[in-house]
């Protein structure tokens, strides 16, 4: 149904003569993923079982999860950004190229990228269960 409603959306955007590339953005970039993390979660795949003696192990595995977790909202974050800079929407605020790139961009990009971070490490440290012999 959710993929009848878009096919209709896109159709409709087509009649008016609207550009369809923010359309392809989502189907292409936003969506896929969401669905394979459903399915991760349906399956119970991003759940760990370890024993005591591996709990180390584990909570490293979970942060190196959580920093890949973290780095994608950065990278996401960035393009976002870019598509914000060539749309003009960044130029209607009167900033300049060097203010928006070099100052503005990796102050927000380390501000979302630790908030991130902590957010992902504190979910994946949840996800540990440890399982008795």
Do not use: C
């Not at 024993?51 to 990278?75: E, F, T």
Request: hydrophobic fraction near 60%.
């Amino acid at each position: 149904m959710f993929l009848y409603s878009l096919m209709g959306f896109a159709f409709l955007l087509a009649i008016f003569g609207i550009d369809l590339a923010d359309l392809v953005i989502i189907l292409g970039v936003i969506i896929p993923p969401y669905f394979q993390e459903k399915l991760i979660k349906r399956l119970g795949l991003d759940k760990m079982e370890v024993v005591l003696d591996d709990i180390k192990l584990a909570r490293k595995k979970m942060i190196k999860r959580s920093l890949w977790q973290a780095l994608l909202v950065a990278l996401i974050f960035l393009v976002t950004a870019i598509y914000l800079w060539t749309s003009g929407m960044a130029q209607d605020g009167f900033y300049t190229f060097d203010f928006y790139f070099f100052k503005t961009i990796p102050l927000l990009m380390l501000i979302f990228f630790v908030l991130a971070f902590f957010t992902y490490y504190l979910i994946n440290r949840r996800k540990i269960r440890i399982v008795e012999d």
